[in-house]
């Protein structure tokens, strides 16, 4: 064993190696600055560092991680395939008319998917509710114009003034329904008819969830550290997207502390119902059984890559053929999981354009402010679809197919 194993088995023991897309980030031991490990062609690993590219053999950061990947496998050899690198190109024409066009587009559509909403059902001895289609349409343009409730007003007359609503209702009423509960599934059926316009275009899907911060705090004892630790309260919200145009097909929301992997199979069967499903990514939290099997119940190919300690399965099954596939034909299955990277990208646009918090103090209030976030999303998305894919979308009675 010359020196440079000796130094890679030592970086391996005491240094941290970030694993990040196939890649790993390992922090240089003679100075500041790092390395980056990616694979190559032919089962091999480059290395950034000087060593590497004057020899081009395996220097003391590549053999580091090959140390660590191996020790993680459970001392098994393994595969390094090639990383794959997918680019998506952009009409930049079609994205500029969809972005100046698009708040004119959005309000037109809102109304026609809002459109024949059933009302809600009238209390005992109180008044006339003000029509569901109205509502919904208010609290998704004000998540959408992202402003208060009051100062929502002018955009809401001016709505009004349009035909798009029968009413401007008080700013109190759009708060009201935003934390009422009967809202909840209305805004979830009108998220999947959203998508409807975009179904013979997406087949590929992918499944994540991610937090929206509240207004709430919560508070526990760390016994960690010995003291009581504030941090703030959110939401979660789980969805499942197209990979190609970003569409939300489902969508629910639950609490900071609920289990991602209860969520997959229901958003999975929701989009079944209207799509075909192909390939179906998702991360190593919804690595199961019953995951990889009701994604081939459906049709379609499971994408979850396995965890460090999952062994080599001995039946025939769901289970087995992804981990085939994961285990070797490495390149394929990147490329193809590499879709999942998309729904990371949903998220960011969700909280880019509408806000990574939710403002409301109800529980029924933070949910459906997600959900319309989501929504306000989709039609930002059918409007890009407009311009760059010449759909023609239609959404009068889509929320009685959804």
């Not at 919904?136 to 007359?157: G, I, N, P, Q």
């Not at 004892?221 to 009581?228: C, D, I, L, Q, S």
Request: hydrophobic share 35%; net charge positive; with cysteine.
């Amino acid at each position: 064993m010359d020196e440079r194993e000796l130094r890679a088995i030592q970086i391996a023991a005491t240094t941290k190696l970030t694993a990040r897309n196939g890649r790993w980030t390992i922090a240089s031991t003679t100075g500041t600055g790092s390395h980056i490990v990616a694979p190559t062609a032919g089962d091999k690993l480059s290395c950034t560092c000087p060593a590497y590219e004057l020899s081009d053999e395996d220097c003391k950061h590549v053999l580091a991680v090959r140390y660590t990947v191996q020790r993680e496998n459970g001392g098994k050899p393994v595969r390094f395939s090639e990383l794959v690198k997918v680019s998506y190109g952009q009409d930049w024409a079609a994205y500029n008319r969809a972005q100046t066009q698009e708040k004119d587009r959005f309000l037109l559509l809102l109304a026609d998917l809002c459109r024949d909403l059933p009302n809600l059902r009238r209390r005992p001895g109180g008044r006339p509710p003000t029509p569901l289609s109205d509502m919904v349409f208010a609290t998704t343009y004000k998540v959408y114009s992202r402003m208060s409730s009051r100062r929502f007003m002018s955009d809401l007359r001016d709505a009004h003034a349009r035909g798009l609503v029968s009413a401007a209702p008080c700013f109190n009423s759009v708060t009201n329904y935003m934390a009422n509960p009967a809202m909840t599934p209305v805004l979830q059926s009108l998220i999947t008819a959203s998508s409807l316009p975009l179904k013979v275009i997406e087949t590929d899907f992918a499944v994540d969830s991610s937090g929206f911060s509240t207004s709430r705090f919560i508070r526990w004892f760390n016994k960690k550290y010995g003291h009581e630790t504030d941090t703030r309260e959110w939401v979660k919200l789980h969805l499942i997207c197209g990979v190609r145009t970003h569409i939300v097909t489902a969508a629910e929301v639950s609490g900071w502390s609920s289990n991602d992997n209860n969520y997959f199979r229901p958003l999975l069967s929701s989009t079944a119902e209207h799509f075909t499903i192909g390939d179906v990514s998702a991360d190593k939290a919804y690595l199961s059984r019953a995951n990889a099997d009701h994604v081939e119940k459906f049709g379609g190919t499971p994408l979850i890559p396995f965890k460090s300690n999952s062994v080599e399965p001995t039946d025939d099954g769901a289970w087995a053929r992804m981990y085939h596939l994961f285990a070797y034909n490495r390149q394929e299955f990147l490329a193809r999981y590499h879709q999942r990277s998309n729904v990371e990208t949903v998220f960011s646009m969700v909280k880019a354009k509408f806000g990574d918090a939710v403002l409301s103090r109800t529980d029924a209030g933070q949910m459906n402010e997600a959900l319309c976030k989501v929504l306000a999303h989709n039609i930002c998305c059918v409007v890009k679809a407009i311009h760059e894919l010449g759909i023609d979308p239609s959404f009068v009675n889509a929320h009685e197919v959804a």
